[in-house]
C-alpha cells in the first residue's frame, strides 16, 4: 500500500522568516513523482513544487524547495522568506498509478 | 490558456437524489481526474478517464460514475445521494495522464441534506 504521512497538523512562522514541513512516504514503486500542493482558503489546489523520483537534485522554484531523500522516503518542503500569501493549507502527494494524499499541514504566518 | 472549470460551484442536494457535476480540463489536456475531500476522510482519488477510458478508479462504491467526451470535458455522477456524500468535488486535468502533474479546478461544494 502506498501512503503519505504528514506529521504536523499546524505550522506557524514569521513573516520573512523560513519554515520546512515534513512528509514521509512509502512506495514499493522505484518510479514515481512527488508534488507539494497549496490549498489557501479559496480551496483552490495550487501546484508549488514537483520532484521526479529518478532525480537526485532537489526541485526548487523561487522561495520554495525540497529535500528529497529518497531512501529515507522523506520529501520535506521548505519557505524561505515567508509571506502573508503563504498561508493556506500544504499537501504532500504522492503519485504512482494515481495522486495519493497526506493529511495536510495548516501554515499560518504572523506579521 | 484557461485554467480547469467545474460547473456548478455549489449544490445542495437531498438525500436520495443524484447529481452530476461537470469539469472542463485546460485546453490540450486529454486526463481528467476526480477527488473527494472530506474533513474526516481527507483527499481521495475518485477515478481517472483519460481520451474518454476510464483509466483507474479509486476505492468508492458504484454510485459514483463518471465519462469523458470527446473534447476532453468530463462529468461525475453519484446516484442515491447519501449524508456523507457531503463534500468538495475537485476535478484536476493533465496532458499526458495521472503521472503527470495535476492542475486542480475550484471545485463544486455538495452539500446533502
Known amino acids: 500500500a502506498q501512503t503519505v504521512t504528514q506529521s504536523q497538523p499546524e505550522m506557524s512562522v514569521q513573516e520573512a522568516e523560513t519554515v520546512t514541513l515534513s512528509c514521509t512516504y512509502d512506495?514499493?514503486?522505484?518510479?514515481?513523482?512527488l508534488f507539494w500542493y497549496k490549498q489557501p482558503p479559496s480551496r483552490q489546489m495550487i501546484l508549488v513544487i514537483r520532484?521526479?523520483?529518478?532525480?537526485?537534485q532537489n526541485a526548487t522554484e523561487n522561495r520554495f524547495s525540497v529535500n528529497f531523500q529518497k531512501a529515507a522516503k522523506s520529501f520535506s518542503l521548505k519557505i524561505s522568506d515567508s509571506q502573508l500569501g503563504d498561508a493556506a493549507m500544504y499537501f504532500c502527494?504522492?503519485?504512482?498509478?494515481?495522486?495519493?494524499f497526506g493529511t495536510g499541514t495548516r501554515l499560518q504566518v504572523f506579521p | 490558456k484557461a485554467g480547469v472549470t467545474q460547473t456548478p460551484r455549489y449544490l445542495i442536494k437531498t438525500r436520495g437524489q443524484q447529481v452530476t457535476l461537470s469539469c472542463s480540463p485546460i485546453?490540450?489536456?486529454?486526463?481528467v481526474s476526480w477527488y473527494q475531500q472530506t474533513p474526516g476522510q481527507g483527499l481521495q482519488f475518485l477515478f481517472e478517464?483519460?481520451?474518454?477510458?476510464?483509466?483507474n478508479k479509486g476505492n468508492f462504491p458504484g454510485r459514483f460514475s463518471g465519462r469523458q467526451f470527446s473534447n476532453s470535458r468530463s462529468e461525475m455522477n453519484v446516484s442515491t445521494l447519501e449524508l456523507g456524500d457531503s463534500a468538495l468535488y475537485l476535478c484536476a486535468s493533465s496532458d499526458r495522464g495521472i503521472t503527470d502533474t495535476q492542475y486542480f479546478g475550484p471545485g463544486t461544494r455538495l452539500t446533502v441534506l
Open positions: 485546453s490540450g489536456h486529454r486526463s
Open positions: 478517464y483519460f481520451s474518454e477510458t476510464q483509466r
Open positions: 502527494a504522492l503519485n504512482t498509478d494515481k495522486l495519493i
Open positions: 512506495t514499493s514503486e522505484s518510479d514515481y513523482y
Open positions: 520532484q521526479e523520483a529518478y532525480k537526485q
